[in-house]
């Protein structure tokens, strides 16, 4: 088997699969579902920090982006997209399939949101529907202090849409004080549930925009407000992943459980962004780094693609190139959820190492020893 030390899908504890197992119920009849579905979706909340509903849809990560703007965009709504990501700026494309005009705020893709830039912008327009915005953007890593962005565009009015699916679990994230709207998470990525769930925490005002529409939500299984009553009618909009939903409430009680593991990712990313550095090759931020992943450029000289395959193939591990216009150009390190382990990791480092030795490219220090070092400090 190989170690799959990616940014999402990450590795998956036994007790996750075990649950995965169990004998079912059929959740569309049975009452019983109803009560563990909520139970689940309650303690998202409260891990999120939230009085605000969670769901869990039967789709991966990029169904919740999607459903929050099917849910929220009519036709000719104006919808700020801020772009320091290919996550980011993806949201472009949600926001015009269901009629909208997006207006793109591009910033420097080296480094978060500058909030007083952000500031200055809206004071100048700020007639938007809603904002997207990615709270970590895993094809750099970047990570957006939505703390103060999400309560800036709520002066304005502006409701905000949060892709938090590769941050969520990894970093904490408290809903309620960020005043966002609607936060996308995914099961395969800090939370180390298998692919195939995303979880969306819905607001009050959110959900008053979406019963104000003028014209219906042009999606079934993209429209957020088929939830809204599940409980009370019990009646679900389709039949719920049962077996998929008890792997994730195990995984979410992992994650309850697991009392240090935010820190656990600050360290070990910090750890890791020091490896690198000191190994003389480069990290593609300048700051803003997200403690779920760490992306270094690929030197000169080194082609990633047998990188990557070398790493894969003599050493059985598996990290992550990129896409878009960072494909070739970076590899990102995944140490989020169950990979965020230090054992995993200096073994992941140790093995870009040796890569690097076979590739005949000399580096000024080992990454694993820097890593331990560091972490042992
Ligand atoms: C992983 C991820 C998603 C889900 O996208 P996939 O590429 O389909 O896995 C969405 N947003 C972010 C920021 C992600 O990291």
């Given at each position: 088997m190989k170690k799959i030390?990616?940014?999402?899908?990450?590795?998956?504890?036994?007790?996750?699969?075990?649950?995965?197992?169990?004998?079912?119920?059929?959740?569309?009849?049975?009452?019983?579902?109803?009560?563990?579905?909520?139970?689940?979706?309650?303690?998202?909340?409260?891990?999120?920090?939230?009085?605000?509903?969670?769901?869990?849809?039967?789709?991966?990560?990029?169904?919740?982006?999607?459903?929050?703007?099917?849910?929220?965009?009519?036709?000719?709504?104006?919808?700020?997209?801020?772009?320091?990501?290919?996550?980011?700026?993806?949201?472009?494309?949600?926001?015009?399939?269901?009629?909208?005009?997006?207006?793109?705020?591009?910033?420097?893709?080296?480094?978060?949101?500058?909030?007083?830039?952000?500031?200055?912008?809206?004071?100048?327009?700020?007639?938007?529907?809603?904002?997207?915005?990615?709270?970590?953007?895993?094809?750099?890593?970047?990570?957006?202090?939505?703390?103060?962005?999400?309560?800036?565009?709520?002066r304005y009015g502006i409701l905000s849409v949060v892709d938090a699916v590769a941050s969520m679990f990894g970093v904490d994230i408290d809903v309620d004080a960020c005043q966002a709207d609607i936060v996308c998470g995914g099961s395969q990525?800090?939370?180390?549930?298998?692919?195939?769930?995303?979880?969306?925490?819905?607001?009050?005002?959110?959900?008053?925009?979406?019963?104000?529409?003028?014209?219906?939500i042009a999606s079934f299984y993209a429209n957020l407000l088929t939830f809204r009553d599940y409980y009370k009618n019990k009646w679900f909009p389709y039949t719920m992943p049962i077996s998929d939903i008890y792997g994730l409430r195990t995984a979410l009680e992992n994650v309850k459980d697991d009392k240090d593991i935010h820190k656990r990712h600050a360290e070990i990313a910090s750890a890791t962004r020091k490896a690198v550095t000191e190994a003389g090759l480069k990290l593609y931020l300048e700051s803003g780094f997200c403690a779920t992943v760490t992306v270094l450029e690929v030197p000169e000289g080194v082609d990633s693609a047998e990188l990557l395959n070398t790493m894969t193939e003599k050493y059985g591990v598996m990290i992550a190139g990129c896409f878009d216009f960072l494909a070739g150009k970076v590899i990102r390190l995944g140490h989020m959820g169950e990979n965020a382990n230090v054992e995993d990791v200096a073994m992941m480092l140790g093995a870009l190492d040796a890569t690097f030795a076979d590739m005949g490219y000399a580096l000024n220090a080992s990454m694993k020893d820097v890593f331990v070092r560091e972490i042992h400090n």
């Open positions: 030390m990616t940014p999402g899908p990450t590795q998956v504890r036994e007790n996750v699969r075990m649950a995965r197992s169990l004998a079912t119920t059929n959740p569309d009849l049975d009452l019983e579902f109803y009560e563990y579905y909520k139970d689940t979706c309650d303690l998202l909340s409260e891990l999120l920090h939230t009085k605000n509903v969670c769901y869990i849809l039967s789709g991966e990560g990029i169904l919740g982006l999607e459903a929050a703007c099917a849910s929220l965009t009519e036709q000719g709504d104006r919808v700020l997209v801020l772009d320091n990501g290919i996550f980011g700026r993806g949201f472009a494309d949600f926001v015009k399939i269901y009629g909208g005009e997006p207006v793109l705020y591009t910033a420097d893709y080296h480094q978060a949101f500058d909030v007083k830039a952000l500031a200055d912008y809206l004071e100048q327009d700020h007639d938007f529907k809603y904002a997207a915005v990615v709270h970590c953007d895993t094809p750099t890593g970047v990570q957006n202090p939505i703390e103060e962005i999400c309560p800036l565009l709520k990525k800090a939370l180390s549930a298998p692919v195939g769930l995303t979880m969306v925490c819905v607001s009050d005002d959110a959900i008053r925009a979406m019963e104000q529409r003028k014209t219906p």
